[in-house]
């Protein structure tokens, strides 16, 4: 039927197509009308019509007096093979939550079996923490023999670890934690097999992915990742701050009668905006850069989260410019200057804050 369709609107003399973005159902649609007319995918949010009216023919009329009044704002859709390394991306997201999870559930019944392993050894997983487990699964229970598979620095807390692994570990208890370590390999193979095929996917992008990578604390997978959510072609964004806008990094616009009311960030795409607080928090801990330097003053006064989700944006912004003029990132040029400047407010901040306390304290 949608091969048919094509023919339908063509002998029909149509050249734009619009529908809503619900769930995955547009897609199929999409796929096939793709390269015969030019699509617009709208979200529904922004074309209810007047409540009442609501039919599946009313609403189709209704996109389509949007559509001719020029009135629909379309949704970034990406090429072929971006869509693709999007898909693979996002199930490897997913794969990790869901590995995460049966790790937390293994840790829950290592504490149901009265076995503190989490007290001393700050990885269960970590090879010690492995080794562990797999005396476990062997039938293995007796306290010191457990703690022989200490490796490094673990090695001289063995008895420590004996005393966290003196619990009450049951036929059950095992086949529960044998379920689990399926459950996780089983996840591990999954994401080493997504890995392996996103870089296939993304390697006519190696340039863009090695530009990407020269911003502070963004790694390989994060570069894949950020191409994956916008793509290369930055033509599809009027500028930074709309890409920024469609992202959900930055505060949005909400005021009435003259009064503002909340201007909290927008939703945005949750993928990317999770990589971008990722890739704050490691271009955090990097030395003598800008983003760092940036991270801590606005963490200090506003706290971390704000502070990751600012950095992410300027990283947001600094990945515009990088895929748009095929540059590497460049520390900005005045960040001594802004440093010294930064430095000479929070020295000022602080003056003002002595003589109020030195006012309230006379009086």
């Given at each position: 039927d949608l091969e048919?369709?094509?023919?339908?609107?063509?002998?029909?003399?149509?050249?734009?197509?619009?529908?809503?973005?619900?769930?995955v159902y547009w897609k199929p649609?999409?796929?096939?009308?793709?390269?015969y007319f030019e699509l617009?995918?709208?979200?529904a949010r922004h074309i209810k019509n007047v409540p009442g009216h609501k039919t599946d023919k009313k609403d189709s009329e209704w996109i389509v007096k949007l559509l001719l009044s020029g009135l629909l704002k379309s949704?970034?859709?990406?090429?072929?093979?971006?869509?693709?390394?999007?898909?693979?991306?996002?199930?490897?997201?997913?794969?990790?939550?869901?590995?995460?999870?049966?790790?937390?559930?293994?840790?829950?019944?290592?504490?149901?079996a009265n076995i503190k392993l989490s007290s001393v050894v700050s990885d269960v997983f970590s090879k010690t923490g492995l080794a562990i487990i797999e005396q476990l699964l062997a039938g293995v229970v007796d306290p010191w023999q457990l703690a022989?598979?200490?490796?490094?620095?673990?090695?001289?807390?063995?008895?420590?670890?004996?005393?966290?692994?003196?619990?009450?570990?049951?036929?059950?208890?095992?086949?529960?934690?044998?379920?689990?370590?399926?459950?996780?390999?089983?996840?591990?193979?999954?994401?080493?097999?997504?890995?392996?095929?996103?870089?296939?996917?993304?390697?006519?992008?190696?340039?863009?992915?090695?530009?990407?990578?020269?911003?502070?604390?963004?790694?390989?997978?994060?570069?894949?990742?950020?191409?994956?959510?916008?793509?290369?072609?930055?033509?599809?964004?009027?500028?930074?701050k709309h890409l920024a806008s469609w992202s959900g990094v930055c505060p949005g616009n909400n005021e009435s009668a003259g009064k503002k009311m909340s201007s909290r960030v927008t939703q945005g795409n949750k993928y990317l905006k999770t990589i971008l607080i990722e890739t704050s928090w490691a271009s955090s801990?990097?030395?003598?850069?800008?983003?760092?330097?940036?991270?801590?003053?606005?963490?200090?006064?506003?706290?971390?989260?704000?502070?990751?989700m600012a950095v992410g944006h300027d990283i947001l912004n600094a990945a515009y410019h990088i895929l748009k003029d095929k540059t590497p990132y460049r520390e900005p040029k005045l960040r001594q200057e802004i440093i010294d400047q930064r430095r000479k407010s929070e020295l000022e901040r602080l003056e003002r804050r002595i003589q109020k306390l030195k006012t309230l304290a006379s009086n």
């Open positions: 048919q369709l094509i023919g339908w609107l063509q002998n029909h003399g149509v050249t734009h197509v619009a529908m809503e973005s619900t769930g649609v999409y796929y096939v009308l793709e390269g617009l995918v709208v979200n949704s970034f859709v990406p090429e072929a093979t971006i869509r693709f390394a999007r898909t693979l991306f996002r199930h490897r997201k997913k794969f990790i939550n869901q590995r995460s999870r049966a790790k937390n559930r293994l840790q829950n019944i290592l504490e149901d022989n598979q200490a490796r490094g620095s673990l090695i001289r807390k063995k008895e420590e670890l004996a005393k966290s692994l003196h619990g009450r570990f049951s036929d059950q208890h095992r086949f529960m934690l044998r379920m689990l370590m399926d459950s996780i390999r089983n996840h591990n193979r999954s994401i080493e097999e997504l890995e392996v095929q996103l870089e296939q996917v993304v390697s006519p992008f190696v340039q863009e992915l090695e530009l990407l990578q020269t911003i502070p604390g963004v790694s390989k997978i994060a570069s894949i990742g950020i191409i994956s959510e916008i793509g290369v072609d930055m033509g599809q964004f009027v500028s930074a801990h990097t030395l003598n850069t800008y983003l760092s330097f940036r991270y801590y003053s606005i963490a200090k006064r506003r706290g971390k989260k704000k502070a990751a």
